[in-house]
């Protein structure tokens, strides 16, 4: 059943149009997943949704007696209320009074928020996105609408949102960066490009594979046009009678093609590793405490790091991680124990809050106050080329950065601290406010960084794809280590099941992950998966080098059909051997670097 149709709907700020004329529409029961860059218009698509902000054209329409609650990026709480009154607030029900409110002070429970009767106004803006949250799902409503409800939610808030989500009757309409979380609740994205909408139906996986064959099409089709032009014009070349009609018909289909628009290229977050020369001596944190009102937050801890560490730091909100990153970067002194860096050692800190921005500045100015130009592996870059890589483009540069959005402040900030030239980066919660597409660049951006990386997040699909280690806050300031990324934490803790499932389920999820799990074993290759490993590469060079002698014959046999037919064969034969090989590949040097990894 149709809950609400957008037809026909424009949208645009200044000069910039960010919805043109696009048709959208929400069924009964679909979980929908909107996409996108920063700026491209996602929370907007949500506020023209809900009502909250007018369309400049089209229409948007609902159904009879459906109703709607919104969850806004940044809530905004009236002045003096309680966390409880704030989630009744527009959830009361005089019939049945006693049961919304058992059910508010549950959901406050859930998600980690102080006391029912702590005021609004004393919360951080983690805990005020929470409570908004809390209000939001306890609504009796048709249509949820959630603009990044995972930010300031640990990963077994989380976890427990998703099943939430995936269990709720009505429809939702959502923006996530939470790549983890599309994929487990979302049944449909849409994405928003060019100011336009593309709609893939699936989860984002689905998304993701749907998407490169768009793309190749697209190409194809291009691939194509071009194709055709340069045949059009090399008949022109030859001279015909310029008044016959087959003439005629030629200059027509020509500027037929020329009008025809190329589909434009996806323009990518380019980066390149931006570090400097680091020495022996790393960072050294001997036997660091630190309390706050009697709570001990992190009891007697050493650690010293190695320099091509990348760190994960877990646990519940407020257990303590962004106080051991400041203590880390020398931001906040222990009370106990100390930290000692390396001479060469220089540190970038990526809070959770953007520093200071002067918004009356232009954004070329902001990036050269931190460096003119910045030496990376292709050689020497100015500010300007690094912004461009970012995605800034010229006019951009030139704005001011009052006219960013969130999330191009939060790219902004990022680049200002890469372009210092850091070779140890201590990132507090990167993933909030980037989108998608600067994520997936941000990680392989991690991957080549010669330096140490030391992140706190609550994005599982970040942490698995970034660290190799992690560091989990497991209550009265002891801090546990365990090696590979997030999902590989949650199979080696015993505390995993406590911390994946709140409330009642925590003590059901800890035996039964207790009674899978067996003690510590040593990772080993087989003597086949030894052997098998030595060799892998050279084969695959192989094969790669016969499928270029195929093509080569392919070409050469183009008019001989038979011949043909069974080359094509053999090279889709030998395609094929080496996907499987690759798939191979991938599967021996993952467990290559998990044996190395043991301690």
Known sequence: ???????????????????????????????????????????????????????????????????????????????????????????????????????????????????????????????????????????????????????????????????????????????????????????????????????????????VSLKMQRQSMENAAERKRQSLLRTELKWLARGARARSTKQKAHIQRIETLKEQSAPEQEKQVAMSSVSSRMGKKTIEVSHIAKSYGGRTVIEDYSYIFLRDDRIGIVGENGCGKSTLLKIITGNLAPDSGFVDMGETIRVGYFSQENEYMDDSKRVIDYVKEAGEYVTIPEGTVSASQMLERFLFDGALQWSRIEKLSGGEKRRLYLLRILMEAPNVLVLDEPTNDLDIQTLNVLEDYLDRFDGIVITVSHDRYFLDRIVNRIFAFEGEGRIAQYEGGYSDYLLKSADAGEAAAPGPEREKKAKEERSWKSGPKKLRFTYKEQREFEVIDEKIAELEENIGELEERITLNATNSAALNELMKEKEEAEQKLEDMVERWVYLNDLNDRINSQS
């Open 1 to 207: 059943m149709n809950l609400l149709t957008m037809e026909g709907v424009t949208k645009s700020y200044t000069d910039k149009i960010l919805l043109d004329k696009v048709d959208f529409a929400v069924n009964d029961h679909e979980k929908i997943g909107i996409v996108g860059v920063n700026g491209a218009g996602k929370s907007t698509l949500l506020k023209v949704v809900s009502g909250l902000e007018a369309a400049d054209g089209g229409s948007v329409s609902s159904g009879k007696n459906v109703k709607l609650r919104y969850l806004p990026q940044t809530p905004v709480f009236d002045g003096g209320a309680t966390i409880l009154e704030a989630v009744l607030k527009d959830n009361a029900d005089k019939s049945n009074e006693w049961t919304i409110e058992s059910e508010a002070r549950a959901m406050i429970n859930r998600l980690g928020l102080p006391s029912y009767d702590t005021k609004v106004d004393t919360l951080s803006g983690g805990q005020k996105k929470r409570v908004a949250l809390a209000g939001a799902l306890l609504a009796p409503v048709e249509i949820l609408v959630l603009d990044e409800p995972t930010n300031h939610l640990d990963g077994a808030m989380a976890e427990w949102l998703e099943q939430y989500l995936i269990r709720f009757k009505g429809a939702i309409v959502m923006v996530t960066h939470d790549r983890y979380f599309l994929d487990r609740v979302a049944t449909r994205i849409v994405e928003i490009e060019r100011a336009r909408l593309y709609n893939y139906p699936g989860n984002y996986s689905e998304y």
